[in-house]
């Protein structure tokens, strides 16, 4: 048998009664250590110094023990097991001493239970210890729940609803006042407050998406707005918790937080962007003008005075006949303004292509296809709807410069050899979609800050309330296809009116 080492206070004014109780528990096993005290000042000096497992103390008179030694050792507040030891069998004290808090009364004359008295008794002390260690942990830890919900910028709640339908709130912490204007007591009174601080045009959203959270069990996470008393301010909240099945219900614990702060700087970036595609839109526009007039000036100015510079240089060679070396000086700058006349056609064609004025889209971007194709060598086939017509003026220059900047990328990038070019007029708008065989598009060169040329693309698009679709593996080439409605609405400034009625 394994000796258990055992620290005793030992209260005893006879020596013989304090022999046989060491022998004993020293038969029984129990490696001792154990100090002696016959009076109450040492007894007090001993609790104050030493740390002991156990007090086995005499009931018998004359001299110290029994009830006042007890009491010392209450007052002195340390916890452990309080034995009386006696010869004094009669019930009555038995009983009185138990009352007054003695965890045993064991007869010296048979100590033949204190063994296993003590085993008990340390066994129920040390449970004691625990659950006064849990109790303390529990309490400390209640106490940083308090502080953390207390210091959150929202409400703690739980919320229940029942099998009826009728939900109510078991748990609201007191940030309920700074966040609804409504005081915790009263959410938990009466439930339904909470439901008519809702902004009316959200109610309907909150009701389906705590259903189909209460449904499936899922994780309920909505955003909406409230009107919160006495004023009415609009505020917006997050709501975040998780749904677990009761007896009495589905009962959801979670947080509200208030998010308006993170809601206004949103909307802020999102009026920010809108403003920016609004002004790059414009921008275009007037570009898009500028190069008309220009356009329009090389055709019409520049054009007119070559051809009446070449008429002039024609009447001038035909006259030098007898001067063959003015003759052909005469001719070298007749082709010389063939040349400018060829340049100046080039040129007004790049700032504004006559077939999108004259024939229409479909014809402007066939065109622009065969000269890619005569250009560059790279096959380029245009396939499209026999019924787009009347397509809106700034949705034709949109597509048009959009199928440039496709076919740039591919000269620039894609080392194809095919392009298939397709456009039709569907119920969504129209769609324009280009496809390569090239060496394709990886997911970092789309994101690149300096993709000026893809970035542009979706502004342009985004602009009119279209989408826009990028496929690419690398190796297989890419495809680009852009859908841009024929409705001549703003999206971008219907979206800044629209946000205008969120406050």
């Not at 007090?44 to 001299?63: E, H, M, Q, R």
């Not at 009386?84 to 007054?100: A, P």
């Not at 329009?296 to 070396?325: C, N, Q, V, Y």
């Not at 095919?418 to 060169?445: F, K, Q, Y």
């Amino acid at each position: 048998m394994i000796a258990k080492n055992l620290r005793i206070l030992l209260v005893e004014t006879s020596d013989a009664d304090a022999q046989r109780t060491l022998s004993k528990l020293t038969q029984a096993g129990y490696r001792l250590q154990h100090r002696l005290v016959d009076n109450a000042r040492d007894m007090k000096t001993a609790l104050s110094n030493d740390t002991f497992d156990i007090v086995l103390c005499s009931y018998d008179p004359p001299g110290f023990g029994g009830l006042p030694a007890l009491e010392l050792m209450q007052e002195s507040g340390v916890d452990i097991p309080f034995l009386f030891l006696s010869h004094d069998l009669r019930e009555e004290t038995i009983i009185h001493t138990m009352q007054r808090g003695a965890d045993d009364y064991i007869f010296k004359g048979s100590l033949n239970r204190l063994s296993s008295s003590i085993e008990h008794n340390l066994r129920e002390a040390r449970i004691r210890r625990e659950h006064r260690a849990a109790q303390l942990a529990l309490q400390e830890n209640q106490l940083r729940l308090q502080a953390f919900i207390a210091d959150l910028p929202g409400m703690a709640y739980q919320m229940l609803q029942h099998a009826d339908g009728h939900v109510t709130f078991p748990y609201v912490s007191e940030g309920s006042q700074a966040l609804l204007g409504t005081g915790a007591q009263d959410l938990t009174h009466v439930s339904s407050l909470f439901e008519a601080l809702l902004h009316p045009d959200d109610l309907a959203s909150y009701r389906k998406s705590m259903q189909a959270s209460a449904k499936n069990l899922t994780f309920w996470n909505w955003e909406g707005r409230i009107l919160t008393q006495p004023d009415n301010e609009i505020k917006w909240i997050n709501i975040r918790c998780s749904p677990r099945r009761t007896e009495q219900g589905i009962l959801w614990e979670g947080i509200v937080f208030n998010i308006t702060q993170s809601k206004l700087a949103e909307f802020e970036i999102r009026n920010s962007k809108a403003q920016l595609r609004e002004l790059s839109s414009h921008i275009q526009e007037v570009r898009e003008q500028e190069r008309i007039s220009i356009a329009r000036e090389i055709h019409d100015d520049m054009g007119s005075t070559l051809t009446a510079i070449k008429l002039d240089i024609a009447w001038l060679a035909g006259r030098l006949a007898d001067h063959p070396a003015l003759a052909d000086k005469a001719r070298s700058i007749e082709v010389l303004v063939d040349k400018c006349s060829a340049a100046a056609r080039n040129i007004s064609h790049s700032l504004r292509p006559s077939a999108l004025d004259t024939f229409g889209i479909a014809a402007a971007i066939e065109s622009e296809a065969d000269e890619f194709e005569r250009r560059t060598g790279i096959s380029c086939v245009f396939g499209y709807d026999t019924e787009i017509d009347d397509v809106p003026p700034d949705i034709s220059i949109a597509l048009f410069r959009i199928f440039q900047e496709t076919l740039a990328n591919i000269i620039k990038h894609a080392h194809a050899s095919e392009v298939e070019v397709s456009m039709r007029d569907g119920e969504d708008g129209i769609e324009l979609t280009v496809r390569d065989n090239g060496c394709g598009i990886t997911a970092t060169d789309r994101v690149k800050p300096r993709s000026f040329g893809l970035r542009g693309i979706r502004e342009r698009v985004e602009y009119f309330g279209g989408r826009v679709s990028i496929e690419s593996q690398p190796g297989q080439g890419t495809r680009v296809s852009v859908l841009v409605p024929r409705d001549k609405t703003r999206p971008v400034m219907d979206e800044l009116l629209a946000q205008q009625k969120l406050f």
